[in-house]
């Protein structure tokens, strides 16, 4: 078996309303030296026969069922580990992908400089029917000369900054440098996170076409079944029982520890720490808040 350029993960759990047409929108592909790793967490619904269909239907599609559901987190990093391709992507299975997605991102792998870790599209948001509901545009400064530069880009603001919606982890990024970071971690804002870590590895390139369909539903993990900071907890690891959830307080307690483990020069660690310093001074009062409230979560007795 030759092995593929390029590596799909697809976790999934109970995906079986969209599952299809995000498979049908991966074999469409322009560039078909790829393989598809489907991890089922143990579905309930129709999801193992229609993953079963599919990869009979075509050899690239490579099934793996877990006979527990074992949270998010760790169902995005089986794919990961199960990888072979030099390059990687992640998909989730209720969003779609243009048939130039893959052509796009490699040619842009191609003219880029090795400093670059990752590629990705502009992002439409398209509803339950397949409909356009929006093109996300938002202006994002980005200067990836260096390390200094991309973490201030990414920690200046809450907005203009790809840490705000996180979709540049649906691109195409290097296999070895993904393998580096801490992966998909089981925490509040994990793939912020996750973000950052790539960053202070290497560069992203923002291409400008639209080729990457971001389907909002009520079943998503954010807008729908995960409502409040627990249950988003739960998603990532539906073993968890957490008592006190503070996720913007973790999310820079996170980002400090990737900082500290990240390889790069200790000027430059130093450098990136006061940034992330000036991050925590402008959040303050959200932290303070965020503290007390769960403080009194903790110790109500309905609690």
Not at 10 to 27: C, H, I, K, M, Q
Not at 170 to 197: K, N, P, Y
Request: net charge positive.
């Amino acid at each position: 078996m030759t092995t593929p350029a390029v590596s799909i993960g697809l976790p999934v759990y109970n995906g079986e309303a969209f599952l299809a047409r995000a498979l049908d929108s991966l074999l469409a592909q322009t560039f078909a030296d790829f393989e598809i790793v489907v991890s089922d967490n143990a579905s309930t619904d129709a999801t193992a026969e229609i993953c079963a269909a599919y990869a009979e239907r075509d050899p690239r599609i490579r099934y793996h069922r877990h006979a527990r559901n074992g949270g998010a987190a760790a169902n995005y990093n089986f794919t990961v580990e199960m990888a072979r391709g030099a390059y990687f992507k992640w998909m989730a299975h209720d969003d779609l992908v243009a048939p130039g997605f893959l052509q796009t991102c490699m040619d842009a792998f191609a003219r880029a400089p090795e400093s670059v870790v990752l590629s990705f599209t502009k992002v439409c948001w398209v509803g339950v029917d397949d409909e356009v509901l929006k093109y996300y545009d938002v202006p994002i400064p980005w200067d990836g000369r260096d390390v200094r530069s991309r973490v201030a880009s990414l920690l200046r603001d809450r907005v203009h900054s790809f840490l705000h919606h996180p979709y540049a982890l649906f691109g195409l990024i290097r296999t070895e440098t993904l393998r580096q970071t801490r992966l998909i971690q089981s925490f509040h804002s994990a793939d912020r996170v996750l973000l950052l870590e790539l960053a202070l590895r290497g560069d992203f390139l923002e291409l400008p076409e639209y080729l990457f369909y971001r389907r909002m539903h009520e079943g998503n993990s954010v807008l729908g079944r995960n409502k409040s900071a627990k249950d988003v907890a739960r998603w990532y690891d539906p073993r968890r029982r957490p008592v006190l959830v503070a996720p913007r307080t973790n999310l820079f307690f996170e980002y400090g520890k990737s900082l500290l483990r990240a390889p790069i020069p200790l000027a430059d660690k130093l450098t990136c720490a006061r940034t992330l310093s000036g991050a925590v001074k402008r959040d303050w009062r959200i932290l303070g808040r965020e503290l007390e409230t769960g403080v009194r979560q903790m110790l109500s007795p309905s609690g």
